[in-house]
């Protein structure tokens, strides 16, 4: 009953950019198809989808963000979060110092 579907997630792998930019350029040569390109590396079709559209999104071929764009964007995100985060911190303190007699 302990296995009934619940299969532990695999770990999540990292590739880098050299490695996604060899990818890509085998795609872009169509020596293979992405099935087999995902396939030969043991990587998911998805994962080679992205990559070559993001190469190309990179290029300028295709509209969308680009990888700096990406990044710049999780940055403010993450930025953001921790400002609001702040914020909420001092209205709680000014609640907190407001409701303590005088």
Do not use: H
Request: aromatic share 6%; glycine share 4%; proline share 4%.
């Amino acid at each position: 009953m302990e296995s009934m579907g619940k299969r532990k997630p695999l770990p999540r792998r990292s590739f880098t950019p050299e490695f996604k930019a060899e990818i890509v350029e085998l795609r872009r040569r169509r020596d293979r198809s992405v099935g087999q390109i995902a396939k030969d590396f043991d990587l998911t079709e998805t994962a080679v989808r992205l990559w070559v559209n993001q190469a190309e999104v990179d290029a300028g071929e295709r509209d969308g963000l680009t990888s700096s764009e990406r990044e710049e964007l999780a940055a403010l995100r993450r930025e953001n979060r921790r400002l609001r985060e702040d914020v909420d911190i001092l209205k709680r303190a000014t609640a907190f110092f407001a409701s303590m007699p005088k």
